[in-house]
């Protein structure tokens, strides 16, 4: 990996051998939407949410699907960068580089630093760690179908059945055919109100956004350079003023803190030409609320997904844990009662997605 | 206060001055109806549930009520020993008498243990520790209007208005009228059925049973020895062997645990004669569930009861309950979410009188 990273960026169009495909996994989110598991010091793709290993793991250990990928860029919040190199190490990987982040800025930014510290023509696989996707060869194979095309310059979003209205995630409209599998992205429509979400999804046309990428650095270089260009000038000199201690980089705080918050989405994938798409039905969900989570976990025959110190009677279709605690219940169904050892949540199932109102509320409260 | 029973009983019918009336608070329950809250070292009377006070000291003051009373006996779990006297203390009352069981035994040895340590002419008031009554005075006045029966050597029961078919109490058939306010008790009926405690309310010539009695103390000795004459043997046994330090009685286990554990209900009111029964309605609760301290506690206008560390979001009538660790809840109704630091409550409220079955499940599963 080439880590004078503008001068790497020269080499455009550089051929002969395929390019590499080198993951960039991004794992500076917060995370809100399970508290009281998730906490800003614990965020959720550190957390064994799904099975034994973290989400993280699980994102490292789903590399495997695509053996002939490179070793992980992973981007962290500086705060994690234990845990993060302990999760690695716990199931045998190291990263090629580990960036840690001094301060969340959203997505943009931390793709930026990590094309910025790749080789230009590297194919940069960028996906979230706090995803789990149940069919991984899905996902490699859309790669393999997609890599071609994101060798030519263009920005590859993978699309997923959209199923249901949701109104928290990104639509990525079908445009005309690239390749098998592959489809220029005709728009985007980000966190729709319910009625165009349920319009885009009848539709039929439209498929939800994953969050995983393919693109050449220096396309992504060159597009934040057209459509977000502080993002990249604040990145370029938070990584020039870095301080690096083998695999580890970490780059100046006070020149990131210059770049703008926001996401891929908003800065490049709705302004940039030459986006495209591939569907790949991978077995998705970004258990982005623990309904989301229950969806996923395997229920007993009363419909709870229970784990911990949990006795129910009478109870279903509810997701209960317990951290270090005692949880009980009696006659609730369709609740998620949640319990550690200094905060219990009790929701209703379909109401889980306003648990960060209620973090919110208590940050507002413990404000000084 | 006479120690020796056994020689002041044989004083039955000294007439002249008014006998004195000796509250007796029985403080001995252990009390799983509450789980988490009350717990084996933290029964329900020792708790501050229903305001600051804890239900013992609420007990103690509401003696005020009746200002004629002597200083109250105490009978209350050895292991609760010094939370008992520090209790007391705290609201400025030291007990005539502090009875140490030392195992519980129910209420019949507990009454045996308290009629044997006072005089014979005294009558005893015996009350729960933790009940609450929303209106002491009129205890006060069905007290007084049924001393003069207890002093002749009636049994008497303070019955309640039987507003529900409540198959978890005991109900009192009214009989012939002794004297204003007094009526002879014609009949006990047992924590009924439900179809039996429907027909109950609906006579209307039934009344809940209070679980208060007055009597006089060689009355209650007199028809224990015809009725349960092995709970009177062993805490006579129990009290001649008992280690006395100054006002606390520690009565000797070897002895006390030959005492079958029955209550003063099933051991005499069932079996004895000359029972009466002082209809008081008194505002009473035996906060026999957390639905039932609900229905006592002040309610916000969502109609939740809260307390503690709680953030409620679109939350109708709940009881709340944070104890030393943090809540929130999101769209649930007609909860009870009871919250320690090593364990939590998630019930339908009109399900709470199943928190038994959770504890003798949790004590199933801890044995060894």
């Known amino acids: 990996m080439a880590l004078d990273a503008e001068a790497a960026s020269e080499h455009k169009g550089v051929g002969g051998a395929a390019p590499a495909i080198v993951p960039v996994i991004l794992s500076g989110g917060a995370g ?71 301060l969340g800025r959203n997505t943009a930014p931390a793709i930026a630093l990590a094309a910025l ?7 940069l696989l960028v996906m979230p760690s706090d995803h789990v996707i149940g069919r991984p060869e899905a996902l490699a194979d859309a790669v393999r179908a997609a890599a071609p095309l994101a060798a030519q310059g263009w920005i590859l979003t993978f699309g997923l059945p959209a199923t249901a209205p949701e109104t928290g995630y990104g639509y990525i409209r079908r445009g005309a055919a690239l390749a098998p599998g592959v489809e220029a992205a005709a728009g985007f429509v980000e966190k729709p109100p319910i009625e165009t979400a349920t319009a885009l999804v009848a539709s039929g046309d439209h498929l939800w956004n994953s969050g995983i990428f393919l693109f050449r650095a220096g396309t992504i270089l060159d597009a934040l350079a057209a459509c977000a260009p502080d993002v990249r000038d604040a ?4 990584l020039a003023a870095a301080v690096r201690d083998g695999h580890e980089i970490r780059p100046n705080a006070e ?57 129910a009677l009478g109870t279903t279709d509810c ?20 319990a550690t ?27 000084p």
């Open 32 to 102: 809100t939407r399970l508290w009281p598991l998730s906490r800003p010091g614990r965020p959720k793709q550190l957390l064994p949410l799904v099975e034994a290993r973290t989400m993280l793991q699980m994102t490292l250990a789903r590399l495997s699907c695509l053996p002939e990928a490179a070793a992980p860029i992973v981007v962290a919040g500086a705060r994690d960068a234990e845990e993060v190199a302990r999760q690695a190490a716990g199931i045998g990987i190291v990263p090629a580089a580990l960036i840690l982040e001094p």
């Open 117 to 123: 510290s790749a080789r230009a023509n590297d194919l």
């Open 255 to 311: 020149a990131f803190a210059r770049s703008p918050s926001i996401s891929i989405d908003y800065a490049v994938m709705e302004h940039a030409d030459r986006i495209a798409v591939a569907a790949a039905d991978m077995g998705w969900s970004d258990v982005g609320s623990f309904d989301a989570l229950y969806g996923i976990l395997d229920k007993d025959e009363e419909g709870n997904a229970a784990e911990g110190d949990v006795v």
């Open 341 to 367: 050892k200094d905060a219990v949540l009790v929701s209703r199932r379909d109401s889980s997605q306003k648990v960060s109102e209620i973090v919110r509320r208590l940050a507002e409260r413990d404000k």
């Open 319 to 338: 997701l209960i844990r317990a951290e270090g605690i005692t949880v009980a219940a009696i006659d609730v169904e369709g609740l998620v009662i949640v």
């Open 235 to 238: 990145a370029a000199a938070a």
